[in-house]
């Protein structure tokens, strides 16, 4: 079985007392976080950062590695995949986005509830655990 590796992020800012978080729209319409293929030579994290600023024109600063999840997919061309996505918290000071619009919809930054709300209802499953585990990082570590 061919394996992708991937990598991604939980962008967060601070905007005066709040913290926001960075969602996107992919072009299948569901909610989720910007991720994308390692290329060669490239560390994980380094993946994260590029895919990140490509999807959404937001450069950030990893703080922590979230976690790695694990699912299969079926590709059109090479059959059943097995892809490894590695999340992280990023942080930014950003305000605008610019989406890749050949792969997304939108970039939108929300409250911790909204994006919560959001992606519970259009998001997908396997990210759900991301999303929280972020949010518990942030809130735990004071950024609000």
């Given amino acids: 079985m061919r394996k992708e590796i991937s990598a991604g992020g939980v962008v967060f800012r601070k905007v005066m007392d709040e913290i926001q978080l960075l969602l996107i729209q ?11 293929h390692q290329e060669a030579g490239e560390t994980i994290e380094q ?13 950030g600063k990893i ?17 059943e995949v097995e892809k490894e996505v590695t999340y992280y918290v990023v942080q930014t000071d950003e305000d605008s986005v610019s989406p890749q619009l050949e792969e997304i919809n939108e970039v939108v930054w929300y409250s911790i509830e909204e994006a919560r709300e959001l992606h519970k209802a259009n998001g997908y499953d396997n990210n759900q655990s991301i999303l929280e585990k972020a949010i518990q ?3 735990k570590e004071n950024y609000i």
């Fill in 63 to 79: 703080v922590t590695k979230i976690d790695t999840i694990s699912y299969i997919f079926t590709h059109p061309e090479h059959g």
């Fill in 47 to 59: 993946t994260a950062i590029r895919e990140i600023e490509e999807e959404t024109g937001v450069v």
């Fill in 137 to 139: 990082y942030i809130t």
């Fill in 26 to 36: 992919d072009r299948f319409g569901k909610i989720t976080l910007p991720k994308g």
